[in-house]
């Protein structure tokens, strides 16, 4: 009897086809690491491909961006301020710059309650004072009298110190512990001479009041009187 169709090595080819056009429409498998929408594209920001290779078009890979810096340890930070302050201390401008920007803190203070700010005002050490200020220093902040910086640069008639503390705000009629304003530690505490006649024009003409009184109801004036301070006593009566 004569078979009908192909015959058996027809029917093997037939067969065979088929499963190669299956396999052409079915989707190439993703890969490993998740479906194929999370392969990275080779227009990537700074042109690598996938594989970290340069892609052709867009050129070499861009730097990396550093990493945003990370605060000291406490340790490390503390240490930083007080060399700050012993370089304060020690008028060593040059130093104090270098560790501010190595990140010193110009508002710490050490054991007796002094900061790189409150020392170099006190002591009338204009460039590192003007470097702290720059660095952000609180002109509010005390020292351990509860007094601001002005209070013992105009004690001590630091003239030019004076001035820079009035310009950058530093409060001119605070009372420290003890009771005194910046223009009372200027007369009480020094000679009456020609600088400290100069810190309290230059508290007068910044606002400070010298009717307020010291601990024994004594005001500027009084003071000044009391001690002879003649030239002291006639500028104050001028700005009543």
């Known amino acids: 009897m004569r078979r009908s169709g192909l015959g058996a090595q027809g029917l093997l080819a037939a067969c065979a086809l088929a499963l190669i056009l299956t396999a052409c429409q079915s989707p190439a498998p993703a890969p490993s690491g998740g479906p194929a929408s999370a392969v990275p594209s080779s227009s990537t920001p700074g042109g690598a491909g996938p594989s970290g290779t340069v892609d052709a078009e867009t050129g070499p890979p861009a730097a990396v961006p550093a990493a945003t810096p990370t605060a000291f340890p406490a340790e490390v930070q503390a240490a930083l301020d007080q060399e700050l302050i012993a370089a304060a201390k ?18 710490a203070k050490d054991s007796i309650q002094d900061s790189a700010f409150l020392y170099a005002g006190a002591e009338g050490f204009n460039e590192v004072l003007q470097l702290t200020l720059l660095a952000g220093a609180d002109v509010s902040s005390i020292n351990r009298y509860g007094g601001t ?7 001590h008639g630091h003239v030019e110190t004076v001035k820079i503390l009035v310009a950058a705000g530093v409060p001119v009629n605070h009372v420290n512990n003890l009771g005194w304003t910046a223009m009372q530690e200027a007369i009480l505490l020094n000679n009456g ?3 400290q006649q ?12 010298p009717g307020i009184r010291d601990p024994e109801g004594r005001t500027a004036l009084q003071n000044a009187e009391r001690l002879g301070f003649a030239e002291i006593a006639a500028l104050i009566r001028s700005y009543g």
Do not use: K, T
């Open 193 to 195: 001479g020609p600088r």
């Open 149 to 155: 910086a002005l209070i013992p640069a105009s004690e």
């Open 90 to 107: 020690a008028n060593n401008a040059a130093l104090a710059r270098e560790l501010v920007g190595r990140g010193g803190n110009v508002n």
């Open 198 to 209: 100069e810190v309290v024009r230059l508290l007068l003409e910044a606002g400070a009041d």
